[in-house]
């Protein structure tokens, strides 16, 4: 079994050969979920979950005293983590540069949990080609009181029109509200040519039916709509990993599906950890999508041009 569940002392376990402190702290109320049963929950689906959050810059969402405690949005390298969480430099267009947090493996993956790690957020570009995004994020937002078949149908056409121009892609439940459809990219294009093309498509939505959708980040337009948010495309962006726990209750997980399991969801938030490393233990959508990865060239622009 993948599981080493090693009682190391009252209160301790060991994952991944990094020692978990407070391991019976109390972090999800309601189903009581403790600080050793979220690091369980990562040491099962690791292996998958590294497939895409690993070699590339990340931000944490840190909650060390659990749900009802302080929140933080970690983004750069901070002290005491453990040895395995590693840092990359990153350069953005404007010429500033920051270290930023990375997670090569597993253990580096125990490691930011054992700092109090509920979520993991991932950048769009590999460690190694920081200048050519490898993923390509619609953030599906709808307004509070659109139901989820409408985000779903959304989804649907947002991954029809990404065939359409050849690319292939995989929707995710991202355990909120809404829908990310993710498009692998092989990595021809810069941030630039990825961002322009995100919102040259969310901006056609709005335009084709404005009733149903916004390219706009502000809560008035939203109103009855779905936001497609393109802004998750950037240097410095950053999307909820696959497989990432969330810090909300019922401690739901993003998971990515086909586009047929899809359509039987009811829900943005229905996996709870139990499904989520059932459904790990499966295929993954998202990996198979990303063996068709296509690159956003010149045809695909010509191709959005047309629209
Ligand atoms: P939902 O389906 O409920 O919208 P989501 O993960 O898409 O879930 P959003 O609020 O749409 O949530 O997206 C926020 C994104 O912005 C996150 O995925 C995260 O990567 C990024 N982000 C940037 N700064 C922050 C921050 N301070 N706190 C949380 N997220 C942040
Ligand atoms: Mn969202
Ligand atoms: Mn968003």
């Not at 659109?146 to 947002?158: D, M, S, T």
């Not at 941030?191 to 404005?210: D, L």
């Not at 499966?282 to 045809?299: E, I, N, T, V, Y």
């Amino acid at each position: 079994e993948l599981a080493v569940d090693r009682a190391v002392g009252a209160g301790e376990a060991e994952h991944r050969g990094i020692r978990i402190s407070s391991a019976d702290r109390v972090i999800y109320p309601g189903p009581a979920l403790s600080k050793g049963g979220v690091a369980r929950y990562y040491d099962r689906v690791a292996e998958r979950m590294m497939e895409h959050a690993a070699g590339r810059p990340v931000a944490l969402v840190r909650m060390p005293s659990g749900l009802d405690g302080q929140r933080f949005f970690q983004r750069h390298p901070g002290k005491g983590f453990p040895e395995a969480v590693r840092s990359v430099r990153l350069t953005e267009a404007d010429g500033s540069s920051a270290d930023y947090i990375t997670l090569p493996d597993p253990a580096a993956l125990l490691g930011a949990v054992q700092m109090g790690t509920l979520e993991v957020h991932i950048h769009g570009a590999r460690n190694d080609r920081l200048d050519r995004p490898d993923r390509l994020v619609f953030d599906l937002d709808p307004d509070e009181d659109l139901g989820f078949p409408a985000v779903r149908k959304a989804a649907r056409e947002i991954g029809d029109l990404m065939a359409r121009f050849g690319l292939a892609s995989a929707p995710m439940v991202t355990g909120g509200k809404g829908v990310h459809i993710i498009v692998p990219l092989r990595r021809t294009a810069g941030w630039e040519t990825v961002r322009g093309f995100a919102e040259a498509v969310a901006r056609g939505f709005e335009r084709r039916a404005p009733e149903r959708f916004t390219a706009t980040a502000s809560k008035s337009g939203r109103k009855g709509r779905i936001f497609i948010d393109w802004l998750r495309n950037g240097a410095a962006a950053t999307a909820v990993s696959p497989y990432s726990l969330r810090a909300r209750p019922g401690a739901p997980v993003a998971v990515p599906a086909d586009w047929d399991e899809l359509a039987r969801l009811d829900r943005a938030d229905g996996f709870d950890i139990e499904a989520a490393v059932a459904r790990a233990q499966r295929d993954c959508p998202l990996l198979d999508a990303s063996r068709g990865a296509q690159g956003l060239s010149q045809s695909v622009l010509d191709a959005m041009e047309d629209w």
